[in-house]
Nanobody
Framework: QVQLVESGGGLVQAGGSLRLSCEASRTIMFRDNSMGWYRQAPGKQRELVAVINNGGSTNYGDSVKGRFTISGDSARNTVHLQMNSLEPEDTAVYYC?????????WGQGTQVTVSS
């Protein structure tokens, strides 16, 4: 079992920045495993924000490309999401996701609210 603990959410004005972090209870980033962020706004489906794998390859949702950056740490159990130029449309609950040996784990989510 893997526990994921998210931090860094909050309220920010449009154009501002936030940094989210997700720490796993064990090393994730090795072999074919990955960690990433998804988000879900009220009344909408959960969508990809960004994901990073052990080799450092990244993938971003179209709506955040050029504004958000995902990174991992050397301990291979934490990922960060730097969010810049935030827009009201970025308001959502952000969930950390880990893929470990093809088993998916989710964090409890952290609220990000962007005011106009």
């Amino acid at each position: 079992q893997v526990q994921l603990v998210e931090s860094g959410g909050g309220l920010v004005q449009a154009g501002g920045s936030l940094r989210l972090s997700c720490e796993a209870s064990r090393t994730i980033m090795f072999r074919d495993n990955s960690m990433g962020w998804y988000r879900q706004a009220p009344g909408k489906q959960r969508e990809l924000v960004a994901v990073i794998n052990n080799g450092g390859s990244t993938n971003y949702g179209d709506s955040v490309k050029g504004r958000f950056t995902i990174s991992g740490d050397s301990a291979r159990n934490t990922v960060h999401l730097q969010m810049n130029s935030l827009e009201p449309e970025d308001t959502a609950v952000y969930y950390c996701k880990a893929e470990l040996f093809r088993t998916t784990y989710w964090g409890q989510g952290t609220q990000v609210t962007v005011s106009s």
